[in-house]
């Protein structure tokens, strides 16, 4: 299938089978706006706190090489957003993006990085008490260093 007509399936399944209450076009330009002059051609992608995967199938559709949509379904998220990962990815049929029900701390990138990693609404989620404490509290700061270590370590350089 040609990457034009990958992307206007990818946006229609978005739209219209309950994945994201938006229209199309409202999609299109948010996703513009969102990755302008950023390439993924190639590229491996994680998309930390990624829910129903809806950026990191748009990463593939542009040609990642990898994606890799770290969701835990835990506190702080939305309920049933591994079912519609499933579901965009069946009706996508791409065979480079993967979910791990993972927690970010809790993820294992081996020797891997990455190109690009998307924390679209996320970063106050990766340790909702921390977060919350980063003003007055060491312990909380130094385990958001840990996360941003870790980022840091498992980014293409």
Do not use: W
Not at 39 to 45: R, Y
Not at 55 to 71: N, P, Q, R, T
Not at 97 to 104: D, E, K, T, W, Y
């Amino acid at each position: 299938m040609k990457k034009d007509d990958l992307i206007n399936r990818y946006l229609d399944i978005a739209t219209t089978k309950g994945i994201l209450s938006s229209s199309k076009e409202n999609l299109r330009f948010y996703l513009d706006y969102l990755f302008q002059d950023v390439s993924f051609v190639g590229k491996a992608m994680l998309d930390v706190g990624g829910g129903s995967g809806l950026y990191s199938f748009y990463g593939a559709v542009m040609g990642a090489k990898e994606v890799i949509c770290l969701e835990p379904e835990v506190e702080g998220s939305t309920k049933g957003m591994s079912d519609k990962f499933k579901q965009l990815s069946a009706s996508l049929s791409l065979s480079n993006v993967s979910l791990q029900p993972v927690r970010f701390q809790d993820f294992d990138a081996g020797d891997q990085t990455f190109d690009i990693i998307l924390l679209h609404n996320s970063i106050n989620h990766l340790d909702e008490e921390a977060c919350i404490k980063l003003k007055y509290d060491d312990d909380a700061r130094n385990r958001y260093k840990f996360i941003f270590q870790k980022l840091s370590k498992i980014s293409a350089q």
